[in-house]
């Protein structure tokens, strides 16, 4: 039964300054601007892409959306768009160009693709005379992958995590293989975000102060080490629930009673899950519990 797309038809215009910040793309870059207003910076606003360290997003237009059993696909060929000089403007080129980078780079790394869904009055290739007009447009809950590629830019894009690759090999393959090299010490600059061990220690201690039996656990699955191991340090890792990434370059001053809020124990199972959602966020506490539950 082909799915019916209404789910994905906008009903209002948001800004794509809003929607590519949700989407998990940094937009810091956008305040470079002599207006105070970041979301009209035109570096970027008019842009179909914008791409992350982990993820790309793009504009994709609802009416060229079309339902293929339970999923929905759109077919497109933006290399193709900025190799028409006759059809196209050159920043209409450059911005295809960007985009079917985007998509390449995606389909390469594996990345997930969030998806601007637009609506409005869309131009026709062969209607050089008349421009897209966007009047809504609103981000898709789901990430969407590259689901065939062709050397001519032809590209068929699936809403969907990308499929889990199942690689096997054979002797002979492993064996041509030969030797692979580990270990290398490689130099690269790096900044990082500085959280408070501090913090993380007086967490520990309350969460053990609060637990019925003594013992930090996993609020998730309730596990705790063992206490006849010797441990050299606490396993039990305290999560932040607000992203550290979102507080300004300073960092942010919190009482212990603010961030205590925002923090929780969990194993290093849980917490590893906890941040592999598909298309970027959190899981919740909640949905963790109701699966980990049930697959016991």
Not at 25 to 35: C, F, H, I, K, Q
Not at 104 to 116: A, M
Request: charged share 25%; net charge positive; proline share 5%.
């Amino acid at each position: 039964m082909a799915v019916n797309l209404d789910f994905l038809k906008p009903t209002s215009k948001q800004l794509v300054y809003d929607l590519v910040t949700v989407a998990g793309v940094d937009t810091s870059d956008w305040s470079n601007y002599s207006r105070p207003i970041p979301a009209s910076n035109p570096k970027y606003c008019y842009n179909w892409s914008f791409e992350g360290v982990d993820r790309v997003v793009i504009c994709l237009w609802f009416v060229e959306m079309k339902p293929d059993g339970e999923s929905v696909v759109q077919r497109l060929n933006y290399r193709e768009i900025a190799a028409s000089p006759r059809k196209w403007k050159s920043n209409q080129r450059k911005r295809a160009a960007a985009m079917d980078h985007a998509i390449q780079l995606s389909k390469n790394k594996r990345w997930p693709i969030r998806v601007i869904v637009v609506d409005g009055s869309r131009r026709s290739d062969a209607d050089d005379e008349t421009r897209s007009r966007v009047e809504r447009r609103m981000l898709d809950i789901e990430s969407w992958h590259v689901a065939a590629y062709e050397d001519d830019g032809n590209c068929l894009l699936r809403r969907g995590a990308w499929p889990i690759a199942h690689e096997t090999f054979t002797p002979a393959e492993i064996l041509a293989a030969g030797t692979f090299n580990e270990g290398a010490l490689e130099k690269a600059p790096t900044q990082m975000r500085d959280r408070s061990q501090r913090l993380r220690n007086l967490a520990r201690s309350y969460f053990i102060e609060h637990s019925k039996d003594g013992r930090l656990r996993c609020t998730i699955c309730a596990w705790a080490p063992p206490t006849v191991l010797k441990l050299s340090g606490p396993i039990v890792e305290i999560h932040h629930g607000v992203g550290i990434s979102t507080y300004p370059e300073e960092g942010k001053a919190l009482t212990f009673e603010e961030a205590i809020k925002h923090l929780t124990p969990f194993c290093p199972n849980c917490h590893r899950i906890v941040h592999a959602k598909s298309g970027g966020g959190m899981f919740t506490v909640e949905e963790l519990r109701s699966v980990i539950g049930a697959s016991e």
